[in-house]
């Protein structure tokens, strides 16, 4: 029986990780003969060990360092809006179990068997991002299959960020299918948010710091709330729903204050909330030389390191974050900071945060050590796809 897809195999004594589970196989891990020479980035591909035992369906790219992609560990699968649709709607399940409302992220890349997709939904407008050739290739299927899972009213493809370039695509933000989406109101946390699913960062908001937000709630009743790197004030305006005596959002961006203004208006919460726009560090720095603390400092900037070549000038910048952040906290005070940074781990992220606090002469200790909230899973044998930090200190 002739097979769907053509064969790929792992050069013998590699694939190591992938025969443990990880769905990445690197450019030096394959054979590349004539056949795989011939083939378009994107193609689908059946993955068999160096003996002739298969590994699975993946997608392959033979551009990139992340040569092959494994989607699922039954060879020769059809990779169309049939598959798709499975997947969303297994996603989408679990998600349900956990929200009220549907406001997640659906898809999650590889964590849900679906490797370089991001799918992010705002209610009957859903947001795609598409970070592997494989998926931007079949961009058809997927539309079809998110319109027939979730009826959705829009469909936004926000492929205009960084990491297509590596996958050799181009960076674009456009309408798949229906009108053009306006702002999206919806509650996280005892607050009314806005967001722009056309133009915001990300697909429009940050889903992933919502149970982080969550927590550091829970310190700001009656204390003064500080949301440095704010964007469109998650973190300060949580603070404020749960009875923070006032809360200031700083960042560099007039539209994402202008949102985070809106949204206080909306949540009741206008008077209690201070906007500054500034560069976050020079502002906590004038901060201090004025002696201005607050109960609770939140930190949570874009990723400093956005390769691997920015990694020791990313953990020298978290350093001096966690030093400026930790001097305007008052005694007793909370103090949060992220990170995004894939390329900074976990261990390197707490290690310099804790140099910061100490070089501020601030003695802490550590509350709580997170990640991304649950809709936004890891995958088990890829921890570098656990991308963000969130650590919670106590400072004395």
């Not at 906007?275 to 976050?280: E, F, T, V």
């Amino acid at each position: 029986m002739a097979l769907l897809h053509p064969t790929l195999k792992i050069k013998p004594r590699e694939g190591k990780r992938a025969r443990a589970g990880s769905p990445w196989l690197f450019s030096n891990e394959i054979v590349v003969d004539a056949e795989i020479k011939r083939l378009d980035p994107g193609a689908a591909v059946n993955i068999v060990l160096d003996d002739g035992v298969p590994l699975g369906t993946a997608i392959f790219n033979p551009r990139t360092l992340i040569a092959a992609r494994i989607v699922d560990r039954t060879p020769d699968l059809a990779l169309d809006a049939a598959f798709f649709a499975e997947r969303l709607r297994r996603a989408d399940a679990l998600r349900a179990r956990l929200f009220a409302t549907p406001f997640y992220r659906v898809v999650h890349a590889e964590a849900d068997g679906l490797p370089g997709l991001v799918v992010d939904r705002y209610g009957d407008v859903i947001c795609v991002q598409m970070g592997a050739t494989g998926m931007d290739t079949r961009t058809d299927d997927i539309v079809t299959a998110i319109r027939e899972v979730f009826a959705p009213r829009s469909i936004v493809l926000r492929n205009d960020f960084h990491g297509r370039t590596m996958e050799g695509l181009t960076s674009e933000t456009k309408l798949a299918f229906g009108p053009e989406p306006a702002e999206i109101t919806f509650q996280e946390n005892g607050a009314t948010f806005i967001c722009d699913p056309m133009t915001g960062q990300k697909t429009g908001w940050f889903y992933d710091q919502r149970a982080n937000r969550a927590f550091a709630a829970r310190f700001a009743k009656g204390r003064s709330v500080l949301d440095v790197f704010s964007h469109a004030g998650g973190f300060a305006l949580a603070g404020l729903a749960a009875g923070a005596s006032e809360a200031m959002c700083i960042d560099a961006s007039e539209k994402a204050l202008t949102l985070a203004g809106r949204a206080a208006e909306a949540s009741g919460f206008a008077d209690r909330l201070n906007l500054r726009k500034a560069d976050a560090f020079e502002a906590m720095e004038d901060m201090a030389a004025q002696g201005v603390t607050f109960g609770v400092v939140i930190s949570d900037p874009p990723a400093f390191a956005k390769s691997r070549k920015d990694i020791e000038p990313a953990a020298r910048a978290y350093r001096k974050m966690a030093r400026l952040a930790a001097g305007v906290v008052e005694p007793g005070g909370i103090l949060v900071l992220g990170s995004c940074s894939h390329h900074i781990d976990p261990e390197r992220f707490h290690a310099e945060c804790a140099a910061g606090i100490h070089l501020a002469r601030r003695p802490a200790r550590l509350l709580r050590s997170a990640g991304a909230d649950a809709d936004h899973p890891v995958h088990p044998h890829l921890p570098e796809t656990a991308y963000l930090k969130a650590l919670t200190f106590a400072l004395d």
